[in-house]
């Protein structure tokens, strides 16, 4: 099983502030979430644990880039290419939308 979790931080265009968006906020952003893959081989030798990654999403909702900040690396594989998948609803600032930062969190457990 597999549960996620994500914090949003909007990067603001003017002076670098970064806006804080709640969980729920940021999870009903996302528009298309595709589920990471549990590695065969972390499955077989009983690996579990959370794998953290920062998503920059454009001011499309395209997501740009992914950057693990934490987990197992048998883990980290999988959750990097589904999150490169997942599109958001852009995020505005003021009328005006405005790239973003994804934390985002995954919880691989047998």
Known sequence: MIRISA?????????????????????????KKVQPEYNPVAKQMR????VEVEA???????VKEVKVVSGNALLTGGVV??????KFTPF???GKNVPALV???FSFKL
């Open 7 to 31: 914090v949003i931080l909007l990067a603001a265009l003017t002076l670098g502030a970064e806006m804080k968006v709640g969980t729920n906020e940021g999870v009903r952003a996302a528009v």
């Open 47 to 50: 690996v579990q644990g959370d």
């Open 56 to 62: 920059q999403v454009d001011d499309k909702g395209d």
């Open 81 to 86: 290419k589904a999150v490169k998948e997942w």
């Open 92 to 94: 505005s600032d003021a």
């Open 103 to 105: 934390s985002l969190r």
